[in-house]
């Protein structure tokens, strides 16, 4: 089993910038992402990584603002947001797959799931 804990969550002004972390443990997880869910609402995706980080992908709402990154070594996973919004307002959660080290936007893709860590974004 693998255990996934993000940190880095907080509250932030629109124009503002957080970098999320996400740190692996227990058995490992290979391709990475990123989700997140506002207030009644379904969760969504945000951002992958593959496993060598030679590949990633991003939802169109985050793209030029948030960037994914891994370190291997450190088993952490990043997630880079700049130009916060408040429609960013969201807990966000960090998934792995221990099955493939291609990135997917599907939640039903990973196997493993963080608790969530919230960011709030004050107008």
């Known amino acids: 089993q693998a255990q996934l804990a993000e940190s880095g969550g907080g509250l932030v002004q629109a124009g503002g910038s957080l970098r999320l972390a996400c740190a692996a443990s227990?058995?490992?997880?290979?391709?990475m992402g990123w989700f997140r869910q506002a207030p009644g609402k379904e969760r969504d995706f945000v951002a992958a990584?593959?496993?060598?980080?030679?590949?990633?992908s991003y939802a169109d709402s985050v793209k030029g603002r948030f960037t994914i990154s891994r370190d291997n070594a450190k088993r952490t996973l990043w997630l880079q947001m700049n130009s916060l919004k408040s429609e960013d307002t969201a807990a966000y959660y960090c998934?792995?797959?221990?099955?493939?080290?291609?990135?997917?936007?599907?939640?039903?893709?990973?196997?493993?799931w963080g608790q969530g860590t919230q960011v709030t974004v004050s107008s």
């Open positions: 998934a792995g797959r221990e099955s493939s080290g291609l990135y997917s936007t599907r939640e039903s893709d990973y196997e493993y």
């Open positions: 227990g058995s490992p997880v290979y391709a």
């Open positions: 990584i593959s496993w060598l980080s030679l590949n990633t």
